[in-house]
């Protein structure tokens, strides 16, 4: 079975970075390739959107950003970790939101599945 666990959310001051990570792992400690790693976050009262996401491919890894952070943020994959990374510069009150990590994760058992993290809350006070 495969797990997402994300880390990094807090309370963080506007201006201040942060750095949010999305751990992939097989419960029986298999092998794991993660293909395409997203986050998303949702504030209160708002629909959830994508705000990066990272794919991976044989002719070169592509990243894409929402506008909102294009310009401040970075997502990358560490494969020797399994680990999806985004970096947040200069956070602003309106990032505060829930962020959660989506993953197409190959494994040998269960070929390429998306799995959902639980989520991390991001707080930016002004």
């Known amino acids: 079975q495969v797990q997402l666990v994300e880390s990094g959310g807090g309370l963080v001051q506007a201006g201040k970075s942060l750095r949010l990570s999305c751990q992939v792992s097989?419960?029986?400690?298999?092998?794991?390739?993660?293909?395409?790693g997203t986050w998303y976050r949702q504030a209160p009262g708002k629909q959830r959107e994508s705000v990066a996401s990272?794919?991976?491919?044989?002719?070169?890894?592509?990243?894409s950003y929402s506008d909102a952070l294009k310009d401040r943020s970075r997502i990358s994959i560490d494969k020797d970790k399994n680990t999806v990374i985004l970096q947040v510069d200069n956070l602003k009150p309106e990032d505060t939101a829930v962020y959660s990590c989506?993953?197409?994760?190959?494994?040998?058992?269960?070929?390429?599945?998306?799995?959902w993290g639980q989520g991390t809350q991001v707080t930016v006070s002004s």
């Open positions: 989506n993953a197409n994760v190959w494994t040998p058992s269960t070929g390429s599945v998306y799995y």
């Open positions: 990272y794919t991976s491919r044989a002719s070169g890894d592509t990243t």
């Open positions: 097989v419960v029986s400690g298999g092998r794991v390739i993660i293909n395409v």
